[in-house]
Every structure is written in structure tokens, then in C-alpha cells.
């Protein structure tokens, strides 16, 4: 199953990837994120392999969308 035919705004998170979700979305970062997505996997991801993304690689993520995470802290400036 392909996560974003329809884009990644619907996508609910589960257990240790809430957290993240929650920061890009307060940021606005949803677009920088989907985009990221679409370049670095073009036939698509399982809702399951985002959420264990986000979840085991949160500064990575927040790399791609320029956010900066600190100890679990994530954040718009470098702190």
C-alpha cells in the first residue's frame, strides 16, 4: 500500500511517533515533510514504515523539514 496517493495530511500516529508528528504540524511543516518523502521514496512507503520513521529516526526527520531536535526537544532555532 502506497501512504501518500492522496498526500500525508490524514496520517495518524501511533505510540513513540505522536511526539514528532505533533512538533512538524505545530511548525508547519507537513509540506517540507511530504515533499522529503516524495523525493527519497518515489514508489511510496507504508503508513507503518512513516510512523517507524518518525519514531526511530526523529533528527533525521526533523533534518529534512529544518527543524532542530535536542534530547527529544524539537524545535524551530538551534538551542
Do not use: H
Amino acid at each position: 500500500m502506497k501512504l501518500y496517493t492522496d498526500g500525508i495530511t490524514d496520517f495518524e500516529p501511533w505510540a513513540g511517533a505522536v511526539g514528532i508528528w505533533d512538533a512538524i504540524q505545530e511548525y508547519g511543516q507537513i509540506d517540507d515533510l511530504e515533499n522529503a518523502l516524495y523525493d527519497l521514496y518515489p514508489d511510496g512507503m507504508s503508513i507503518t514504515n512513516l510512523n517507524d520513521l518518525l519514531w526511530f529516526e526523529p533528527e533525521t526527520v526533523c533534518e529534512w523539514v529544518g527543524l532542530y531536535y535536542n534530547d527529544g526537544n524539537i524545535s524551530d532555532i538551534r538551542l
